[in-house]
């Protein structure tokens, strides 16, 4: 895949994934049906712009640390914190600033619902969850890039902040989940992302993924 190509398909992604939380796309994943329990306390509006095809967070336990990656809008990061209670911590991680938006919210109003704050919505690439893409944008707004020695000071802050200032720790995670969004990751960034994966779980931490697979190239 040429470099043109794949900035094709992370632009589609993420106009896509844009659009759909903005307004519902019917289309857009598959039917899934969760423990309306867990439902009930949930906004409408996150539930209707949904796009998962499958539910993770099944397998959370209580007093857990959940990673969702690609948490969208929100709903498995409440369903999750709704299971760690109030001992537990809920992490999602998007790059999608709609999604975002929308994730963030209700956190006040699910906080107040639950009794607790234990969700956490965070900007950053899944196959990168060392750089806070929060605060590297911040940095882009300071020190914007119009050369080349520009563009090597911006990557040097980016090396530092992955050592210092991790988006997500080494070794802090109990369980990671994911709802459909594995697949959208880069072929060649595929490695990385579960190399990033291995790296933020807690020895006999799990993973749970819920996603698409073929078996079949496709065009």
Not at 14 to 19: D, K, V
Not at 142 to 154: C, G, I, K, L
Request: charged content about 35%; some cysteine; hydrophobic content about 35%.
């Amino acid at each position: 895949m040429s470099s043109t190509e794949a900035r094709s398909v992370e632009e589609i992604v993420r106009e896509r994934y844009s659009a759909g939380a903005r307004k519902r796309e019917e289309a857009l994943c598959c039917p899934v049906e969760y423990d309306p329990k867990y439902l009930k306390i949930i906004p409408e509006e996150i539930l209707e712009r949904d796009y998962g095809c499958g539910d993770p967070s099944e397998h959370v336990r209580a007093g857990e640390t959940v990673l969702d990656l690609g948490s969208g809008g929100g709903k498995i990061c409440y369903i999750a914190a709704q299971k760690v209670g109030a001992d537990g911590h809920v992490i999602g991680v998007d790059m999608n600033d709609d999604m975002l938006t929308l994730a963030r919210k209700y956190k006040g109003e699910m906080a107040e619902k639950l009794g607790y704050d234990v969700v956490d919505f965070r900007k950053g690439r899944i196959q990168d969850l060392a750089l806070d893409w929060g605060k590297a944008e911040a940095y882009l707004a300071d020190h914007p890039v119009r050369t080349s020695e520009d563009w090597d000071a911006f990557e040097n802050w980016c090396a530092a902040q992955r050592k210092e200032s991790p988006l997500i720790p080494d070794d802090s995670v109990d369980v990671i989940v994911s709802n459909c969004v594995l697949n959208l990751v880069r072929e060649d960034h595929k490695r990385q992302m579960f190399a990033e994966m291995h790296r933020v779980l807690k020895r006999g931490g799990r993973v749970a993924i819920s996603d698409i697979v073929s078996d079949e190239i496709v065009p």
